[in-house]
């Protein structure tokens, strides 16, 4: 039906910067809310930012002023542009869609994750 392909995780330094980005692809007919979540070794996971159909943000405190969500509906690919980062934004990364596929009922589907790691 759908499928979410997270990439740009990887080792950064802190205060550095990380772009991810999430493609869907599928028998897609439209895209809702998109999100990026986030777990870290033995936290549960924790929703990070999302973004509507017609571009209105969500940030959660911890990553405001420092990440920033956007999608290219053209693409149907979200992104997240992780500035200033910390040891506590490592974690698993995961891209979440709201999608109608064509012939199936509006759903809910998950990426694999991609790994962050800040570290010095």
């Known amino acids: 039906q759908v499928q979410l392909v997270e990439s740009g995780g990887g080792l950064v330094q802190p205060g550095g910067s990380l772009r991810l980005s999430c493609a869907a692809s599928g028998s897609i007919f439209s895209i809702y809310t998109m999100g990026w979540y986030r777990q870290a070794p033995g936290n549960q996971r924790e929703l990070v930012a999302t973004?509507?159909?017609?571009?209105?943000?969500y940030n959660v405190d911890s990553v405001k002023g420092r990440f920033t969500i956007s999608r290219d509906n053209n693409k149907n690919t979200l992104y997240l542009q992780m500035n200033s980062l910390k040891p506590e934004d490592t974690a698993v990364y995961y891209c979440?869609?709201?999608?109608?596929?064509?012939?199936?009922?509006?759903?809910?589907?998950w990426g694999q994750g991609t790994q962050v790691t800040v570290s010095s």
């Open positions: 979440n869609a709201d999608v109608k596929a064509v012939g199936f009922v509006r759903a809910n589907y």
């Open positions: 973004i509507a159909g017609g571009g209105r943000t």
